[in-house]
């Protein structure tokens, strides 16, 4: 039966794809996936299989996760009856349009170099007998069919998971029906949005800015769309109760998150908006066809000033002055030619590579979105300002921050960077000399340490005078120190040039530990904190947790078997099964 | 004098390289030829330290290389076959890394590579990044950071590929200047021409088997026939001219 449907869909495909243009659009669907640009970047260039379910993980596991919340036994036994569940269901709809908007937005943001033909396209289709404008089409055919397919995928699992959650509170298949309708055309739209809205933007960029400073240029402006989407995700625990609260005229500051349009229409299909969600219901339908005319207008002249003229654009660009401002400071810190030699490296890939730029802004991103909560949440129940810079939240800020930033570099510095060049450091550096991890904890403790020394410790000398000051600055700085050397416990590698880590065992244990850590290291130590300031002596509390967290991570390295600290450059599975190879 | 003493390097159960012996003495410029898979670049990994032999040694001086492997790499200067560096760092940034990763002194470095970019026309270009940079300019940056420290072994694996009349020209100069300096080079190429001109020596691989050895005179003069001959005679189990009539009756077919 199923075969029925299939066979003349897959004959169709195989004769379409026999076509020059079905050949092109298979090729673009291709290298979207699997990485564009003039760079070989290679490591995390996934499949299309495993992109495609990497998308769709996040929707599934959230709806699982949801059952805790509506299964009518676990409300029985807490002796909840009778809800309402489609107001039940609100603020988990809205985090699911926001989810979709962020997931398909940051895989947009994420391919944003692909999505557009580049010169390796030209040079290799352009001489062929196709004309432009057939590339054009074919480019655009992708970048629509991908659209569509993103969208579905991201949302799949929680168009089926999550009504069948919310339905289990019912027994209706109707209620099921309409409620699984409502929710599916709410997700996808929003999914189709945001990467409408990415899209427009790029082809805007691309429309009105000359080559070298879209290259530039284009690096902030993905920043700022991944930081939007960290705050857009941010805002789902504050948003649906504001909105559905809103009683009287629609709110200015809905119009800025797109997110609310979407769940107002989904409100407004069930007919449960009221008059001000009326209003916002009616912008998503006339916004995705205005961000339809953009992007295919803006992609349009983007592509007739960028592709037909690549070979008009020099490959070459003008010479840039140099800058060592860095460089007397840094030679008091880097001592061996080995740290004087990749440190720059470690920073310069930092800075300018795409891949882990984007990771870092999100991180940063994040980090924002909980510190300008934890301020909120210090002048909320502060008389003063003097309170409010002594509440747990204002002292957790650099705390926050220096965590996010300690781990994310950490995870950045497994992801690798051109590793067919790493064959320089393969060739010049001694795999004996143990100094992987003195140079990734100065690149760490550079990164972190000065944001407590140039922001906090100011603004506490301010507001609490020096003493408060410099006991705030120095936990944070110890603390940071300390983790820095957990994280870092077994590193032996440059960062960027080993092959990305496989899927660990232990992967699930380290995320527990990883949010664990936060507790233990935002949360808690800034909460003993604000009660040692009173009085300092309680500060000596902390010592014994710093001794052990010293001790630690000494003593495992010391421990460490010499083979198992040599300088690698690929990460191997661990093995179930280990072959003795005795006949070698 | 630079030794390999019976290299073997397998690969499971395929060897790429078998039971290679042979010396590079200082002033030798030792070209290395053979079709592909012959095992030139596998030759090429151990010489350089790369890849450990399976059986077998390459000596430096009379020491294993592996013993000390980073003194080795300090008086080595290598040419990878392929242009691989990190696009997003400028040439000098570039070339200013291997120059602090072999320890050379800040001021001697900046001297040298002011001078080098010069002379390979590289130095109005030096703080664009490598992305930016055609083939030959890469290849060039690699010429640079292969020579700056002034090593006593030079391993060239096709370095020409990329590179324009004149820079090719001053670069197979280059190369006797370093053999008339006392250095040590061995130059793997696919072009005959410039092995047979920059060369004092040849060493001819086939299927991981050095076929000949000798040098590029003793070769022509044995065999009565240009390197080029020679190296078909020995190599080649195909004839060129049928298999290029094919071609053209394959192409011309409906």
């Given at each position: 039966?199923?075969?029925?449907?299939?066979?003349?869909?897959?004959?169709?495909?195989?004769?379409?794809?026999?076509?020059?243009?079905?050949?092109?659009?298979?090729?673009?669907?291709?290298?979207?996936?699997?990485?564009?640009?003039?760079?070989?970047?290679?490591?995390?260039?996934?499949?299309?299989?495993?992109?495609?379910?990497?998308?769709?993980?996040?929707?599934?596991?959230?709806?699982?996760?949801?059952?805790?919340?509506?299964?009518?036994?676990?409300?029985?036994?807490?002796?909840?009856?009778?809800?309402?569940?489609?107001?039940?269901?609100?603020?988990?709809?809205?985090?699911?349009?926001?989810?979709?908007?962020?997931?398909?937005?940051?895989?947009?943001?994420?391919?944003?170099?692909?999505?557009?033909?580049?010169?390796?396209?030209?040079?290799?289709?352009?001489?062929?007998?196709?004309?432009?404008?057939?590339?054009?089409?074919?480019?655009?055919?992708?970048?629509?069919?991908?659209?569509?397919?993103?969208?579905?995928?991201?949302?799949?699992?929680?168009?089926?998971?999550?009504?069948?959650?919310?339905?289990?509170?019912?027994?209706?298949?109707?209620?099921?029906?309409?409620?699984?309708?409502?929710?599916?055309?709410?997700?996808?739209?929003?999914?189709?949005?945001?990467?409408?809205?990415?899209?427009?933007?790029?082809?805007?960029?691309?429309?009105?800015?000359?080559?070298?400073?879209?290259?530039?240029?284009?690096?902030?402006?993905?920043?700022?769309?991944?930081?939007?989407?960290?705050?857009?995700?941010?805002?789902?625990?504050?948003?649906?109760?504001?909105?559905?609260?809103?009683?009287?005229?629609?709110?200015?500051?809905?119009?800025?998150?797109?997110?609310?349009?979407?769940?107002?229409?989904?409100?407004?299909?069930?007919?449960?908006?009221?008059?001000?969600?009326?209003?916002?219901?009616?912008?998503?339908?006339?916004?995705?066809?205005?961000?339809?005319?953009?992007?295919?207008?803006?992609?349009?002249?983007?592509?007739?000033?960028?592709?037909?003229?690549?070979?008009?654009?020099?490959?070459?660009?003008?010479?840039?002055?140099?800058?060592?401002?860095?460089?007397?400071?840094?030679?008091?810190?880097?001592?061996?030619?080995?740290?004087?030699?990749?440190?720059?490296?470690?920073?310069?890939?930092?800075?300018?590579?795409?891949?882990?730029?984007?990771?870092?802004?999100?991180?940063?991103?994040?980090?924002?979105?909980?510190?300008?909560?934890?301020?909120?949440?210090?002048?909320?129940?502060?008389?003063?300002?003097?309170?409010?810079?002594?509440?747990?939240?204002?002292?957790?800020?650099?705390?926050?921050?220096?965590?996010?930033?300690?781990?994310?570099?950490?995870?950045?510095?497994?992801?690798?960077?051109?590793?067919?060049?790493?064959?320089?450091?393969?060739?010049?550096?001694?795999?004996?000399?143990?100094?992987?991890?003195?140079?990734?904890?100065?690149?760490?403790?550079?990164?972190?340490?000065?944001?407590?020394?140039?922001?906090?410790?100011?603004?506490?000398?301010?507001?609490?005078?020096?003493?408060?000051?410099?006991?705030?600055?120095?936990?944070?700085?110890?603390?940071?120190?300390?983790?820095?050397?957990?994280?870092?416990?077994?590193?032996?590698?440059?960062?960027?040039?080993?092959?990305?880590?496989?899927?660990?065992?232990?992967?699930?244990?380290?995320?527990?530990?990883?949010?664990?850590?936060?507790?233990?290291?935002?949360?808690?130590?800034?909460?003993?904190?604000?009660?040692?300031?009173?009085?300092?002596?309680?500060?000596?509390?902390?010592?014994?947790?710093?001794?052990?967290?010293?001790?630690?991570?000494?003593?495992?390295?010391?421990?460490?078997?010499?083979?198992?600290?040599?300088?690698?450059?690929?990460?191997?599975?661990?093995?179930?099964?280990?072959?003795?190879?005795?006949?070698? | 004098?630079?030794?390999?003493?019976?290299?073997?390097?397998?690969?499971?159960?395929?060897?790429?390289?078998?039971?290679?012996?042979?010396?590079?003495?200082?002033?030798?410029?030792?070209?290395?030829?053979?079709?592909?898979?012959?095992?030139?670049?596998?030759?090429?990994?151990?010489?350089?330290?790369?890849?450990?032999?399976?059986?077998?040694?390459?000596?430096?001086?009379?020491?294993?290389?592996?013993?000390?492997?980073?003194?080795?790499?300090?008086?080595?200067g290598?040419?990878?076959?392929?242009?691989?560096?990190?696009?997003?760092?400028?040439g000098w940034?570039y070339l200013e890394?291997v120059g602090?990763?072999?320890?050379m002194?800040?001021?001697t470095l900046e001297t040298k590579l002011d001078s080098l970019l010069e002379l390979f026309s590289l130095h109005?270009?030096r703080?664009?990044?490598?992305?930016?940079?055609?083939?030959?300019?890469?290849?060039r940056i690699l010429l640079i950071a292969a020579i700056m420290d002034n090593?006593?072994?030079?391993?060239?694996?096709?370095?020409?590929?990329?590179?324009?009349?004149?820079s090719?020209?001053i670069f197979?100069?280059l190369?006797?200047?370093?053999?008339?300096?006392?250095?040590?080079?061995?130059?793997?190429?696919?072009?005959?021409?410039?092995?047979?001109?920059?060369?004092?020596?040849?060493?001819?691989?086939?299927?991981?088997?050095?076929?000949?050895?000798?040098?590029?005179?003793?070769?022509?003069?044995?065999?009565?026939?240009?390197?080029?001959?020679?190296?078909?005679?020995?190599?080649?189990?195909?004839?060129?001219?049928?298999?290029?009539?094919?071609?053209?009756?394959?192409?011309?077919?409906?």
């Amino acid at each position: 039966m199923i075969s029925l449907l299939t066979d003349p869909i897959r004959h169709w495909w195989e004769y379409y794809r026999q076509r020059p243009f079905g050949r092109m659009v298979e090729l673009f669907v291709a290298r979207i996936f699997r990485g564009g640009g003039d760079s070989d970047t290679e490591g995390l260039d996934l499949g299309i299989g495993l992109a495609l379910t990497l998308l769709a993980l996040p929707g599934g596991f959230v709806s699982i996760l949801l059952l805790d919340k509506y299964g009518t036994l676990l409300q029985w036994m807490r002796g909840t009856l009778n809800l309402d569940p489609l107001l039940m269901s609100v603020p988990d709809e809205y985090f699911f349009i926001v989810l979709s908007m962020a997931v398909t937005g940051a895989a947009a943001v994420w391919r944003w170099d692909a999505i557009f033909p580049d010169r390796r396209d030209y040079m290799n289709l352009v001489p062929l007998p196709i004309s432009t404008r057939t590339i054009f089409l074919a480019n655009l055919v992708a970048v629509l069919f991908l659209a569509g397919l993103i969208a579905l995928d991201v949302n799949a699992a929680s168009c089926l998971l999550f009504p069948m959650v919310v339905g289990a509170t019912q027994n209706k298949f109707v209620f099921f029906a309409k409620f699984a309708a409502v929710h599916a055309v709410g997700v996808v739209l929003a999914s189709i949005f945001a990467f409408l809205a990415v899209f427009s933007m790029l082809g805007l960029l691309m429309a009105i800015l000359p080559p070298r400073a879209l290259r530039r240029i284009s690096a902030y402006v993905r920043g700022m769309v991944v930081v939007y989407l960290v705050t857009l995700l941010c805002t789902s625990f504050a948003v649906p109760d504001k909105l559905i609260r809103t009683r009287g005229p629609l709110p200015p500051w809905t119009l800025l998150f797109p997110s609310c349009w979407f769940l107002s229409l989904c409100q407004s299909l069930r007919g449960r908006a009221g008059p001000a969600q009326m209003e916002l219901a009616r912008l998503p339908l006339p916004g995705i066809a205005v961000l339809t005319v953009v992007a295919l207008g803006c992609y349009a002249i983007g592509y007739h000033r960028h592709f037909v003229r690549i070979p008009e654009i020099a490959a070459v660009t003008a010479p840039m002055p140099r800058r060592s401002r860095m460089g007397a400071l840094l030679a008091l810190v880097l001592q061996t030619p080995f740290q004087k030699g990749c440190f720059p490296f470690v920073w310069k890939t930092l800075v300018r590579s795409e891949t882990h730029r984007l990771v870092l802004t999100g991180i940063g991103g994040l980090g924002l979105v909980l510190a300008s909560q934890a301020l909120m949440n210090a002048f909320a129940g502060a008389k003063s300002l003097h309170q409010a810079a002594l509440s747990p939240e204002a002292l957790s800020i650099p705390f926050i921050l220096t965590f996010l930033i300690i781990i994310g570099l950490r995870m950045v510095f497994e992801i690798p960077v051109e590793l067919r060049s790493n064959w320089i450091f393969q060739l010049m550096l001694d795999a004996d000399r143990q100094e992987c991890q003195s140079l990734a904890r100065k690149v760490v403790l550079t990164l972190a340490l000065p944001l407590v020394l140039t922001i906090a410790f100011p603004a506490y000398v301010y507001l609490e005078g020096w003493r408060v000051a410099f006991l705030h600055a120095l936990l944070v700085g110890i603390w940071s120190v300390l983790l820095t050397n957990i994280v870092l416990i077994r590193f032996r590698k440059v960062p960027f040039t080993c092959t990305l880590p496989v899927f660990k065992q232990h992967s699930i244990v380290l995320l527990l530990s990883v949010c664990f850590g936060y507790l233990l290291y935002a949360i808690s130590t800034p909460e003993f904190e604000s009660a040692a300031l009173a009085e300092p002596l309680r500060m000596i509390g902390l010592v014994p947790v710093a001794a052990v967290a010293w001790f630690v991570p000494h003593r495992l390295d010391q421990s460490t078997i010499e083979i198992e600290r040599k300088l690698i450059f690929e990460e191997s599975a661990t093995r179930t099964v280990e072959a003795l190879r005795l006949s070698d | 004098m630079l030794e390999a003493v019976h290299l073997t390097k397998r690969y499971a159960s395929l060897a790429a390289v078998q039971d290679l012996s042979f010396s590079l003495r200082a002033g030798m410029v030792l070209g290395c030829l053979g079709p592909n898979g012959s095992g030139k670049s596998t030759t090429v990994k151990m010489l350089t330290g790369l890849l450990e032999p399976t059986r077998g040694v390459v000596q430096f001086d009379g020491h294993n290389i592996q013993d000390n492997l980073q003194a080795y790499r300090k008086r080595l200067g290598y040419v990878p076959e392929e242009a691989h560096l990190y696009p997003y760092l400028t040439g000098w940034e570039y070339l200013e890394m291997v120059g602090t990763l072999r320890s050379m002194a800040s001021r001697t470095l900046e001297t040298k590579l002011d001078s080098l970019l010069e002379l390979f026309s590289l130095h109005p270009h030096r703080h664009a990044s490598i992305g930016t940079y055609s083939k030959g300019m890469r290849q060039r940056i690699l010429l640079i950071a292969a020579i700056m420290d002034n090593p006593d072994i030079f391993i060239f694996d096709e370095p020409l590929s990329g590179l324009d009349v004149a820079s090719a020209l001053i670069f197979k100069n280059l190369v006797q200047a370093l053999g008339q300096q006392g250095k040590l080079v061995f130059y793997c190429s696919h072009v005959l021409e410039v092995v047979e001109k920059v060369c004092s020596d040849v060493l001819i691989l086939r299927k991981g088997v050095v076929i000949a050895q000798d040098s590029v005179a003793n070769i022509g003069q044995i065999l009565g026939q240009s390197l080029e001959n020679t190296f078909l005679h020995l190599v080649d189990d195909v004839d060129t001219m049928s298999v290029a009539r094919d071609i053209v009756a394959v192409m011309k077919a409906a």
